[in-house]
């Protein structure tokens, strides 16, 4: 069966340092991914979106990467502050629409001062 | 820019009652959601709306109805609430057909007695 798999444990770092999210993914071959920010008692925000095609996005102090024979990507976050601590989702969209946008379970990052 | 506004921002039900949640979006956007989320679950897609005048069932529709008013407003139905409902709601929106990046609501926390 379909499965997207984060880290559910929280992860904490200190500020300043890099943070590395991961999202796994089996049984599906994306037409892209997406990752989303959630803070508590508010809606998820989208951060960035990479294609199939592509291996590297970047925006500003994050970046993304997507490896499609691993079915992993890795979420980046350079340079952390505490205003960074958040529930971080990633999101898979088969090809096939918006019908099969599916959600992972979310990643809490706590950056420590 | 308001966005996509949700309310009730919290509703407590006893089983059996029924109520409407109501979405409206101010990006005169296409396409329209509803999800669901619960611990551990991530969000689930309960139905979505294409375009005015369309709804399709997402992974988990049934206990609920939508309605798309005109294309600003998608509102969702529970007929007849049952604790298996109670759940953080999410409407959000997209600007095309094809899944694109997903603007969110706040949310509604439901609890059903």
């Known amino acids: 069966s379909q499965k997207i798999e984060q880290n559910s444990e929280a992860l904490n770092i200190q500020e300043g340092k890099t943070a590395t999210l991961t999202c796994n993914y089996t049984?599906?071959?994306?037409?892209?991914l997406q990752w989303y920010r959630q803070d508590p008692g508010r809606g998820p925000v989208f951060l960035l979106l990479?294609?199939?095609?592509?291996k590297e996005k970047r925006k500003e102090r994050l970046k993304v990467t997507f490896d499609t024979t691993l079915k992993q990507s890795l979420f980046h976050i350079t340079a952390s502050q505490p205003a960074d601590s958040a529930t971080y989702l990633c999101?898979?969209?088969?090809?096939?629409?918006?019908?099969?946008?599916?959600f992972g379970t979310g990643t809490k990052l706590q950056v420590i001062p | 820019n308001a966005g996509v506004t949700q309310t009730p921002k919290f509703q407590v039900l006893k089983t059996g009652q029924s109520m409407t949640l109501q979405c409206a979006q101010d990006?005169?956007?296409?396409?329209m959601y509803w999800y669901r989320q619960d611990p551990g679950m991530g969000l689930r897609l309960i139905y979505y709306?294409?375009?005015?005048?369309?709804?399709d069932k997402g992974e988990v529709p049934n206990g609920y109805n939508v309605s798309r008013l005109n294309k600003r407003e998608f509102s969702l139905r529970l007929e007849s609430a049952a604790p298996s409902q109670t759940s953080v709601y999410f409407c959000?929106?997209?600007?095309?057909?094809?899944?694109?990046?997903?603007?969110f609501g706040s949310g509604t926390q439901l609890s059903v007695l």
């Open positions: 999101a898979l969209e088969s090809s096939g629409g918006y019908q099969k946008v599916t």
């Open positions: 959000a929106s997209s600007e095309g057909t094809a899944t694109e990046k997903l603007f």
């Open positions: 990006m005169n956007h296409n396409s």
């Open positions: 709306s294409a375009s005015e005048g369309t709804t």
């Open positions: 049984n599906y071959s994306p037409a892209y």
């Open positions: 990479i294609r199939e095609n592509e």
